[in-house]
């Protein structure tokens, strides 16, 4: 297997970003314009089914601008310590009725005793969501996703592990690009989000990926980041 390491230049295509929002949003406008043309009010049962279609295009529009809300100057981007143990564990039992019905299982070794990390708490528990999602989704029949925590020389060691369908040298090469996705109802963003945060937590992330063999996601964060009292913003609303 080959490693690959991200790098950051890729999140910062800001022009490719802003031609890739235009064209997914784009898209469901289209289709929402021409489906309002179509509703004639004396064809009542034809109606119901533009409707289901227009509101399924702007659930979609919602979708993709709440996940560029992450890369939006944040509102309240509030750096503490945590432990991030804990809001793994929260991410599994989130997801837990979800791997039931996909057959996917989760092992988690829950024990390391991590000393707290300091982070943007929210953010880094999406990052987490996104991976798992992404681990669960490139489980199509079902497998396991091995999650490990580690610490180790001020640094601490995410791991997320699928033994899922894994990805191309191709696709590899495009990971973290805006709006690149092999799914059908994929938005392309979930990765792009990652590199992001953990850009902003002068982190690194590692992916170890093989075709039908499965995917190993390496994150490694340090415990406390380095300018981490600069970046302390805390909402008035908040006080
Ligand atoms: P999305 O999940 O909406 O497609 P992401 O940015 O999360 O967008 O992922 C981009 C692409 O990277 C996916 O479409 C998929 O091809 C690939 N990918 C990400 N994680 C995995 C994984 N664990 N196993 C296989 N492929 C993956
Ligand atoms: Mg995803």
Not at 70 to 88: C, G, M, Q, R, T
Not at 98 to 112: G, I, S
Request: hydrophobic share 40%; aromatic share 6%.
């Amino acid at each position: 297997t080959e490693e690959i390491l991200l790098k950051s230049e890729k999140v910062s295509l800001i022009g490719d970003l802003a031609a890739g929002i235009a064209h997914e949003i784009r898209n469901p406008l289209t289709s929402i314009g021409g489906l309002v043309q179509l509703i004639d009010e004396s064809e009542p049962e034809k109606n119901d089914f533009y409707k289901e279609i227009i509101l399924t295009e702007i659930n979609r529009i919602n979708f993709i601008v709440s996940e560029l809300m992450v890369l939006a100057k944040p509102h309240a981007v509030y750096f503490s310590w945590f432990n991030i143990e804990d809001s793994i564990q929260n991410v599994i039992d989130l997801m837990q009725p979800e791997a039931n019905l996909r057959n996917v299982m989760f092992t988690f070794d829950n024990k390391e005793n991590i000393t707290k990390i300091y982070g943007e708490k929210n953010q880094l528990t999406q990052v987490i969501i996104n991976m798992i999602k992404n681990a669960m989704e490139a489980l199509p029949t079902g497998g396991t996703i091995q999650l490990s925590a580690v610490q180790n020389n001020g640094r601490i060691v995410l791991s997320i592990r699928d033994n899922g369908i894994g990805m191309s040298d191709e696709q590899k090469k495009r990971l973290g690009e805006p709006f690149y996705t092999t799914k059908f109802n994929g938005t392309g963003l979930g990765l792009m989000v990652c590199f992001k945060i953990i850009q902003n937590h002068k982190g690194t992330i590692e992916i170890d990926s093989e075709l039908n063999a499965g995917t190993t996601i390496k994150i490694t964060l340090p415990i406390h980041t380095a300018n981490s009292t600069e970046r302390v913003k805390v909402d008035k609303n908040l006080m």
